[in-house]
């Protein structure tokens, strides 16, 4: 079994930065792709970015590539998403999730992973 919990959301200004982080805990080979979802109120959840646990591999959604940065770390079994340059359209809340094998052209949907954190909000205003 895998379990995620995420940390780092909070309410700021435009152009602010944050970071946001998901401890992870379980069976490693459970969680070999790792990433970051979002959801608005009304709106799917869709993918933000993507970090595979075996090569560092990143992919990321074409709004946020440029703004947004994920990492991980080892040792805290730890990933992290860096916000910078937030604007108001990235409100929502933010989870992490993590799966074994995900298929390339899937990497961004949330349909894909089994294993979800709780959320950690993340308001942008203007």
């Known amino acids: 079994q895998v379990q995620l919990v995420e940390s780092g959301g909070g309410s700021v200004q435009a152009g602010e930065s944050l970071r946001l982080s998901c401890a992870a805990s379980g069976y490693m080979n459970s969680r070999r792709y790792m990433g970051w979802f979002r959801q608005a109120p009304g709106k799917e959840r869709e993918g933000v970015a993507i970090?595979?646990?075996?090569?560092?591999?990143?992919w990321y959604a074409d709004s946020v590539k440029g703004r947004f940065t994920i990492s991980r770390d080892n040792g805290k079994n730890t990933v992290y998403l860096q916000l910078n340059s937030l604007r108001p359209e990235d409100t929502g809340m933010y989870y992490c999730a993590a799966d074994s094998s995900v298929p390339t052209r899937v990497l961004l949907s949330s349909r894909a992973y089994r294993y979800w954190g709780q959320g950690t909000q993340v308001t942008v205003s203007s």
């Open positions: 970090i595979s646990l075996d090569n560092d591999i990143t």
